[in-house]
């Protein structure tokens, strides 16, 4: 079964430092990847979607990228974090089951 | 373009009372939906999927949901609320090709005792 990775956890940083947050995918090969922010009260918006290595596309325009430099790693950065980019971020995998997800991370820009 | 209209963002029931979640849906090819349940800080785990086989649809943890074609819903509903159902609850469609993956905008289940 699919086992999605997601850290840290948790991370605190100031406005105006750089981001990476990781995700890795266990027990399958080749899948669409996905990243979303989860603000409170408004759902879950879908920033980035990868179905494959070096493949990305932008759902809105925003402070940050997304990027895949192997099968089953999706990477979310930022080059200078805003406090609006503050939220609770999730990785998930889409197979023909479902849509897994990570546990996520929680971030707070100060 | 697929999308996903929750019906009430907070649902409130007592203990032992039905649970109806509203899910209506837009595609304009078959879809698949999906219902997740998000406990508090922790990621979404999948309920129950329709993937155009049955109608009806069992999940776990005795949830259940119904695909209406002709009402393009997909409402999710558990006869007897237990105190561990509350949590927020996503309804999320995606096309075949799995490029699209769409959620609602949640609704959060309270349950009173």
């Known amino acids: 079964s699919q086992t999605i990775h997601q850290w840290p956890a948790t991370l605190v940083q100031p406005v105006g430092s750089p981001l990476s947050l990781e995700c890795t995918v266990e027990g399958t090969s080749n899948p669409n990847l996905y990243w979303y922010r989860q603000a409170a009260g408004r759902g879950l918006q879908l920033l980035f979607y990868?179905?494959?290595?070096?493949?990305i596309s932008s759902e809105v325009p925003q402070n940050l990228s997304a990027s895949r430099p192997q099968d089953r790693q999706f990477i979310l950065s930022s080059k200078k974090l805003l406090l609006s980019d503050s939220g609770f971020y999730l990785c998930?995998?889409?197979?023909?089951?479902?849509?897994?997800f990570g546990q996520g991370t929680r971030l707070t820009v100060v | 373009a697929q999308s996903v209209t929750q019906l009430g963002s907070h649902v409130s029931v007592s203990e032992g009372a039905l649970v109806l979640l509203r899910c209506n849906y837009s595609?304009?090819?078959?879809?698949?939906l999906f219902w997740y349940v998000q406990y508090p800080n922790q990621g979404l785990q999948l309920l129950l999927k329709y993937t155009s086989a049955a109608t009806l649809v069992k999940g776990i943890n005795g949830f259940e949901a119904e695909f209406k074609k002709s009402e393009t819903s997909f409402h999710l509903t558990k006869p007897s609320a237990h105190m561990s159902d509350a949590a927020e609850y996503f309804c999320a469609v995606t096309n075949q090709a799995g490029t699209a993956l769409i959620f609602g905008k949640g609704t959060t289940l309270s349950v009173s005792s």
């Open positions: 595609s304009s090819v078959p879809p698949y």
């Open positions: 990868s179905v494959g290595i070096g493949q």
């Open positions: 998930a995998c889409l197979t023909g089951i479902g849509a897994f």
